[in-house]
């Protein structure tokens, strides 16, 4: 047992529990409820924020929510940014070079993807409650049994599985005793919200002194966010509420002057700790987002990376406990997610070392600047940023598009014409068939993929076997006898 245990007999049951309401939690339980799984969210605060501390969908994760029908909820006129920074070096990486349905940045705050997520989870079913904080848990062979501090005292909920979607420092990975190894902070940054009115005469973007770097962004509904980061001094107290002389000195260290800030909004600290479970599972429970991995804040990095381990691991855990899931498929998650969180921790680690004020990093700097010049060299490390790049498996084996995203086609189908993105918006596997020859060989898996028979202009393969994720599975010919394999690998014995 973890924790103090509870007199209270338990009061509610879900198939799964979800500790953390932010945008991983409430994507994976959208995730669920398309599945028709029965998920309950537990929220310690008492309302969702109302400040956004990220910015910014990146393509994998916008491809992902179109692929959701939430797409459109999320689109404004001004939303589509073509290019972002790399480490504040000119040029700026190149978004629409990329190979995404959608080459941008989707320039959005945080509390309206979440609002969006809500909405969505809440109509298929999700059960989402605030200030329900996790304080225990045990588990056996079938259960998890979770004690819940609520305003109406101390709770028991039991849930097939738990997945702690509850951020860097997550009690869930706590109390499963789910090492978190890694490095402590060595900077200490600062966030304002605030009015900005010389904005017009400032420098947008990365300002990089020999003390730091200023970080100047003004946001389409008019609130300027200006973020400090000075090497050598991270916080002692990360907790410590920022006050406006402190931001407005560290700005002044670092920048050698004052900037004419006015009505801040918004404050807070942040550090470069960079962290990641040494697993993503300990029996019935799971990890999710920042309770499996975390990094220094730049770009946006951590709320897209969550969003995709939610979209990974959700199909997978509604498969094991529906009971087709073949053996092996919750464990999978780990195998596909971890490797791509390591490489994003990579990524930002790369971001910080080129920011450091040290005048050997700003030779390195002046050679990136050259080496983002070439458009391969861009476009590589647009993708790294965006996800777009994203494979899973190490290729060996895997034949033309396995692994990859499957990119969106449009389709003829005896119904009439429809996309690749809208027959994905069901939740279900997809089989696309291009040469009519193979609904008989699949028909045996009808319950948990859809089959459909239909032409485009230019058919990437005879069919196409799609996960509910996005990701081919399977990409070959009609006749090679691999599609039964691949049905059973990813969606079960027939």
Known sequence: MTGEPSNTDTQTTADVVIAG?????????????????????????????????????????VETLDRRG???????????????????????????????DHPYLLNVPQTRVEEVLEDRARS????????HEVIGLDQDAEWVTVEVATPAGTERVRGRYLVGCD?????????????????????????????????????????????????????PNGVVRIVTTEFGRPHPDRDAPVTFEEFRSSVRRILGR????????????????????????????????????????????????????AANLGWKLAGQLQGWAPDGLLDSYQAERHPAAAAVLDYSRTQLALLNPDRNVTALRELFSQ?????????????????????????????????TFARDLPLRTEDGDTTL???LQSGRGLLVDFTGKLAEASADWAPRVRTIRADTSAPPADALLVRPDGYVAWSGEAADGTLTQALTTWFGPA
Not at 24 to 42: D, F, N, S
Not at 190 to 201: G, S, Y
Not at 265 to 280: H, I, L, S
């Open 124 to 131: 298929l079913g999700a059960t989402i409650l605030s200030s």
């Open 371 to 403: 080496l983002l010049e070439f458009p391969d060299v861009n476009r590589h490390l647009a993708e790294l940023a965006t996800g777009a790049g994203a494979r899973y498996g190490d290729g060996e084996g895997q034949s033309g598009s396995v692994g």
């Open 167 to 219: 951020g860097g420092r997550s009690t869930v990975r706590r109390l499963a005793h789910i090492d978190f190894p890694g490095t402590d902070a060595t900077v200490g940054g600062m966030l304002c919200d605030c009015t900005l009115p010389t904005m017009a005469q400032e420098r947008r973007g990365i300002t990089r002194t020999e003390a730091g770097t200023v970080n100047i962004n003004p946001r």
């Open 258 to 309: 004052d900037l004419d800030i006015v009505d801040p909004t918004f404050m807070t600290r942040f550090g470069d700790t960079t962290r990641q479970a040494d697993r993503y599972r300990e029996g019935r429970v799971l990890l999710a987002g920042d309770a499996a991995h975390v990094h220094f804040p730049y770009g946006g990095l951590g709320l897209n990376l969550g969003v995709q381990d």
């Open 21 to 61: 309401g932010g945008p991983v939690g409430l994507m994976l339980a959208c995730e669920l409820g398309l599945a028709g799984v029965r998920a309950l969210v537990l929220e310690r605060d008492e309302r969702r924020p109302t400040v956004a501390r990220a910015w910014g969908l990146h393509a994998r994760t």
């Open 421 to 423: 993105v809208k027959l």
């Open 70 to 100: 939430l797409l459109a909820l999320l689109m404004h006129e001004k939303a589509a940014w073509p290019k972002m920074p790399f480490a504040g070096l000119w040029p700026l990486l190149q978004l629409d070079k990329i190979a995404a």
